[in-house]
Structure formats: C-alpha cells, structure tokens
C-alpha cells in the first residue's frame, strides 16, 4: 500500500476561498489538492451540513510552508478589510 503523501492543510467555507488559497500556494510552489462533497460543488454557495466545505491538502514535505504562507495570506485579507 503506498504511503500517503499529502497532509490536510486546513477547511474553508466555501469553494471561492479555497480556490484563492490554492492559487496563492501554487505561487508559491506548493501544490494543492482541493477535496469537496460533490453535491456542495455548484456554482451557489451552500453551507448547510458543510456541504460548503473544501478541504485543502498540501504534500506533508511542504506542510510547514504552506502553514507559514496561509497565515500571510489570511493577514493579508485581515488588512484589506481594515
């Protein structure tokens, strides 16, 4: 059985969100895979059930990258609310 090689980064509402997580991370070399319930996959946001949630996974060599720069990320969106 082959050994798994990718880590779960975190869990975000909402397919947008995951989307802009995964295109800031794959910027910065780190490859995602984004996992999510096929039927909460649509083009309205649901979020009842976590039906809305998308599980963002990372290669496990690159977990504590991906930490650091989810943290920029979400300080970032912090600051333009500001």
């Known amino acids: 059985m082959d050994k798994l090689t990718y880590e ?3 869990e975000i509402q909402g397919r947008m ?3 802009m997580i995964e295109s ?4 910065h070399e780190v490859d995602v895979e984004l996992i999510q319930e096929s039927i909460g996959h649509s083009i309205y946001p649901v979020t009842i059930d976590g039906l809305g949630c998308v599980q963002i996974f990372v290669p496990k060599n690159k977990i504590l990258e991906a930490r650091s720069l989810l943290k920029v990320f979400r300080d970032g969106l912090e600051q333009e609310e500001e």
């Open 8 to 10: 779960k980064l975190t």
């Open 17 to 19: 969100e995951a989307e």
């Open 24 to 27: 800031f991370l794959e910027a």
